[in-house]
Nanobody, 118 residues
């Protein structure tokens, strides 16, 4: 079992930055691919960024060049640095952990809300 707790969300003006954190407990995340998703009101959940257990990253086109995902396995934590935020980035951001070898071991956090507004 993996428990995920997100933090760092809040209200920010357009063009601003936020850093989200996802702290994992219950198991080490070194063998998990980690991802950030987001879900805006009335919209489907979408993948924002992924970082594999080996450190490879991939981003949604909408956030490329603005968001950076990283992981600190020693701290069992994954981060999402979000720069140049836009109103359309407003959503609840959720952390996901999926085991490298056993994809049925799939866990979600409760999410942290991000609002980009002037």
């Amino acid at each position: 079992q993996v428990q995920l707790v997100e933090s760092g969300g809040g209200l920010v003006q357009p063009g601003g930055s936020l850093r989200l954190s996802c702290a994992a407990s219950g198991s080490i995340i070194g063998l998990y691919n980690m991802a950030w998703y987001r879900q805006a009101p009335g919209k489907q959940r979408e993948a924002v960024a992924v970082i594999t257990s080996g450190g490879r990253t991939n981003y949604a086109d909408a956030v490329k060049g603005r968001f950076t995902i990283s992981r600190d396995n020693a701290k069992n934590t994954v981060y999402l640095q979000m720069n140049s935020l836009k109103p359309e980035d407003t959503a609840v951001y959720l952390c996901n952990a999926r085991h490298l070898a056993y994809p049925q071991d799939d866990y979600w956090g409760q999410g942290t809300p991000v609002t980009v507004s002037s």
